[in-house]
């Protein structure tokens, strides 16, 4: 019987040494692995970034152009000659000195 607990005693020690050995792998490849999948999602999501920053700055542009060409509608629209000649086509005429009213601001 002692033969046969020294056996297995053995056996028991090789088992749990062999065990450490390859948690000791099994960890470092877990490790690597963990590491491997975390670069590669950084990655992913830096290149997502990427697009959407350039979609951004291309619709920051589309808007910048869109707004001068609001500004110089607007400057048209405000123009001297072109709310002379609506004046006109309205008939409309200028105000002589009969038509000025003066107030006297006290």
């Known amino acids: 019987m002692k033969a046969s ?3 297995l005693e053995r056996n ?3 088992i749990i040494s062999l065990v450490k050995g390859a948690s000791k792998s099994i960890i ?3 490790l690597s692995l963990f590491l491997l999948i975390s670069i590669i999602g950084l990655k992913a999501f830096k290149t997502e970034l990427g697009y959407e920053l350039t979609k951004s700055k291309n619709t920051y542009s589309k808007i910048l152009i869109e707004n001068k060409k609001l500004k110089s509608q607007t400057l048209q629209l405000k123009s001297h000659e072109r709310i002379e000649s609506l004046a ?3 008939s409309m005429k200028f105000p002589n000195q009969r038509d000025l009213i003066k107030i006297n601001n006290e």
Do not use: E, M, V
């Open 5 to 7: 607990s020294i056996l």
């Open 12 to 14: 028991r020690t090789q």
């Open 28 to 30: 470092i490849a877990g």
């Open 88 to 90: 006109r086509k309205n």
